[in-house]
């Protein structure tokens, strides 16, 4: 937020936002800490159908924000990136047709955020659970 560099450029808007626009953004701050709770009270169990439900679910809201909301609002950036036409994933992507376009996002989306995370957490859940076990087989012994 300091450079005005963003990676994948999807936070670029957030640059001029108004104190309304930063407060509607706010649950991807305030989410985390909820999530994070539930993955420990689950004992840092995680199963690969988070990663699928998280793809399903990303791509169900940019199909109903492109079929239901106005462009202008461009939720889930269902509609193409126009607030920066020169940068080099938008300029990539502008050229591609609605569907297409649909398409690239929720494939880049999925494979920059949503899997890594996925990869994240799973190995996480490995760890604990390979420490829990050798803790108890240690409190046998």
Not at 3 to 21: D, K, S, Y
Not at 29 to 58: D, T
Not at 63 to 89: D, K
Request: glycine share 4%; aromatic share 16%; with cysteine.
């Amino acid at each position: 937020m300091w450079t005005g560099v963003f990676p994948l450029e999807l936070a670029n808007p957030m640059l001029n936002a108004t104190i309304w626009e930063w407060a509607g953004t706010l649950h991807h701050v305030y989410l985390v800490p909820l999530l994070l709770m539930i993955f420990l009270c689950r004992r840092q169990r995680w199963g690969w159908n988070a990663l699928y439900l998280s793809v399903f679910l990303f791509a169900g809201l940019t199909l109903f924000s492109y079929a239901c909301l106005p462009a202008i609002s461009n939720v889930n950036y269902a509609f193409r990136n126009e607030f920066n036409p020169s940068g080099l994933l938008a300029s990539w992507m502008n050229v591609l047709s609605d569907s297409w376009y649909l398409v690239a996002l929720n494939s880049i989306v999925s494979g920059a955020i949503f899997f890594p995370t996925a990869v994240l957490l799973n190995r996480l859940a490995m760890k604990t659970r390979a420490a829990r076990r050798s803790k108890s087989f240690l409190q046998m012994s």
